[in-house]
């Protein structure tokens, strides 16, 4: 706990699991030292942070309320196919024109009446920094992944523009962020090197997180002696099965354990029936799940960083978002391979998860990544800097900018 006593401090982030367990475990080590610490978001999250043991504040809009009001507004960019380039283009239009204004909306009030001393936003949520800076509040930004291009936060402080001007602030050249603090969750081998520019960056790692059920199987314990592989793409782009059908048929008749998790909102029986080698389950808790595994296979988002954790080779398989960039920089790192979404097919699937575990490269560049990890200050440091932020109340430029 600080000098001071204990502060509030309001965390905020996109409506998705993606977004908010990224920032579980700064908030835990928050509470830890006796700050009090609330979400707020859209409210079909509620229940799962109110699970986590944080009081929730219902802002803004839920994540497919977000899309089609963006899809109206930018329709061009939201035509696009799947890539980089879209994500590059319509992703800093949606989170600075469609979500920010509504979540700001609901954000002012909420700042204003519950009155934290800090507010932390996740890297894409925008309109925290428009309240805070309503208010008066300092404000830290919680990066959830790569290290985006700058040239998407110059688009997106156009696009929110006129948000800005109807709240009479004006927050910088980046869409209000990198002003304050910006904790930085990403390891060295994956990260942009665009960070350098950053003075107000600092990392901190954010791996270690237990988010509920820990409980596994029962049929875990009688996995074959062989190497296991686990499939997932997500909460978010996992509702095409087609996508994981391909990849089983690849592995059908492959020497291995395969456990893959579809999500809640889906059902196992849209795969069909499968060899007894195969296991497909709604949901297995990743971080209890992980270390019985050899190899993974994901979309690409917030999850490679656990992933990466725990020194496993990973097939990314990226389907929208920053998934695309994501991809090349685990493989630029030499611990991924990845397959486009044209380029996945079950002779394609196979043959790179047999190259995953079969080629010692890939594994020792997930290891060196997992030290790397490792190495990175915890959130128990990072509450320091935090709680420095609520004191001194301006930027925490660093003596030395990463180069």
């Known amino acids: 706990m600080s000098p001071e006593g204990p502060r509030r401090v309001l965390c905020t982030c996109l409506p998705g699991l993606g977004h ?32 986590m043991g944080f009081a929730a504040f219902p802002a803004g809009m839920s994540l497919p309320q ?20 879209r994500f590059f283009s319509f992703v800093p239009r949606m989170l600075a024109g469609a979500a920010a204004p509504a979540r700001a909306k609901d954000l002012v009030p909420i700042v204003r009446e519950w009155r934290p001393d800090v507010v932390i936003h996740d890297e894409t949520e925008l309109g925290g920094p428009v309240a805070a800076a309503v208010a008066g509040v300092p404000y830290a930004a919680h990066s959830v992944a790569i290290f985006r291009p700058l040239e998407m936060a110059r688009l997106a402080r156009a696009t929110i523009a006129p948000l800005w001007e109807a709240w009479d602030v004006d927050l910088g050249p980046f869409a209000g962020m990198f002003r304050y603090l910006y904790l930085d969750v990403c390891p060295p081998s994956l990260q942009s090197s665009e960070i350098g520019q950053i003075d107000v960056a600092y990392p901190m790692q954010n791996t270690h997180l237990d ?73 297995i808790a990743q971080s209890a799940l992980l270390p019985h595994c050899d190899a993974v296979v994901n979309q690409g988002g917030t999850a490679i960083f656990e992933i990466f954790a725990h020194g496993l080779p ?57 030290s790397e990890i490792e190495a990175m200050p915890d959130p128990e440091q990072a509450v320091e800097l935090v709680e420095r932020l609520a004191r001194e109340r301006a930027p925490l430029t660093r003596p030395a900018v990463r180069r």
């Open 66 to 85: 977000q899309l089609e009001e963006a899809a109206e507004r930018f329709p061009e960019q939201h035509a696009m196919p799947p890539s980089k380039e």
């Open 314 to 370: 990973l097939l990314v398989l990226p389907q929208g978002a920053n998934q695309f960039y994501n991809a090349e920089a685990c493989v630029a790192a030499g611990a991924a391979r990845s397959l486009l979404p044209a380029e996945v097919t079950p002779e394609s699937a196979r043959t790179s998860i047999r190259a995953l575990l079969e080629d010692p490269r890939y594994r020792d560049s997930a290891r060196r990544v997992a």
């Open 20 to 51: 908010f367990l990224p920032m579980v475990p700064l908030a835990r080590a928050l509470a830890a030292a006796g700050h009090e610490v609330a979400f707020a978001t859209a409210g079909d999250i509620s229940p799962q942070i109110e699970k």
């Open 211 to 283: 988010a509920g059920d820990q409980r596994l199987p029962d049929w875990i314990t009688q996995l074959r002696p062989v190497p296991t592989v686990y499939i997932s793409l997500g909460t978010v782009f996992n509702r095409n099965p087609e996508v994981f059908a391909t990849i089983l048929a690849g592995l059908h008749d492959e020497d291995l354990n395969v456990i893959v998790t579809i999500g809640n909102d889906q059902d196992p029986a849209a795969l069909g029936p499968q060899p007894e080698h195969i296991h497909v389950e709604r949901f």
